[in-house]
């Protein structure tokens, strides 16, 4: 079991940043991948970062350029720096990973709202 909590939402305007951060605790050892997706009120939950256990990262391409995913030194902590925010990127916030031992496991989510 991984348990995932994200932090680091709030209210901020457009062109400003944000830095989310999610601490992972548990089965750590296992984790191929960690992510980030968001959902924004009536569509669907999109993918945003991921990075892999070997360091491999991809983004959506809304975001190219904006965001940057990275995890924490000793690898408990994902992070989503994002930068240049429009009121596009307003969404709940959610940390993802994965491993072939826990599966899937989710965060509680944190809001990102971004005012014009």
């Known amino acids: 079991q991984v348990q995932l909590v994200e932090s680091g939402g709030g209210l901020v305007q457009a062109g400003g940043s944000l830095r989310l951060s999610c601490a992972a605790s548990g089965s750590m050892f296992s984790i191929n991948i960690m992510r980030w997706y968001r959902q924004a009120p009536g569509k669907p939950r999109e993918l945003v970062a991921a990075?892999?256990?070997?360091?491999?990262?991809n983004y959506a391409d809304s975001v190219k350029g904006r965001f940057s995913i990275s995890r924490g030194k000793g690898e408990n902590t994902l992070y989503l720096q994002m930068n240049s925010l429009t009121p596009e990127d307003t969404a709940v916030y959610y940390c993802?990973?994965?491993?072939?031992?826990?599966?899937?496991?989710w965060g509680q989510g944190t809001q990102v709202t971004v005012s014009s």
């Open positions: 990075i892999t256990s070997g360091g491999t990262t």
């Open positions: 993802n990973t994965y491993s072939a031992l826990s599966g899937n496991s």
